[in-house]
């Protein structure tokens, strides 16, 4: 998996950019536009939970390799601060790999390095 090959749908559409692509560690990062705020001028809470998802989704994917694939079950993101622009950096690590599923948590920072928003993603692994 390279970031070719997972550079589709929502990602693409947001703008992410995938900067680290470890089985152990994903960062993602998305510049913030026009088109990621909400009607009161601030990052919509959808693009905190896509970040999320993605950041968590490939990292799991890496992980899992050629024995299937994995789809989420769960994603809760809490949102922390405020980002009207900038650059927002998720970086996710594993908390639990298992079987059957994973849980991975992810931390979204603004351009500053502060955190605005925090989350975890649960995975369920499907055997190929």
């Known amino acids: 998996m390279d970031a070719e090959t997972i550079d589709v749908g929502l990602a693409r559409v947001l703008g992410v950019k995938y900067e680290v692509l470890e089985a152990d560690h994903v ?14 001028g601030i990052v919509h809470g959808g693009v905190y939970c896509a970040l999320v998802e ?26 922390l601060r405020p980002v ?18 994973q849980l991975w948590t992810v931390d979204v920072v603004d351009g500053e390095g502060r955190l605005a928003a925090r989350g975890q993603v649960r995975l369920a692994n499907l055997p190929a």
């Open 27 to 40: 960062v993602v990062s998305c510049l913030v536009t026009p088109q990621h705020l909400q009607g009161h």
């Open 54 to 79: 993605t950041a968590g989704s490939v990292g799991a994917s890496l992980w899992w390799g050629d024995r299937g694939r994995v789809v989420g079950s769960a994603n809760q993101t809490d949102f």
């Open 84 to 101: 009207s622009d900038g650059r927002l950096t998720a970086s996710a690590v594993p908390v639990h790999r298992g079987r059957s599923q």
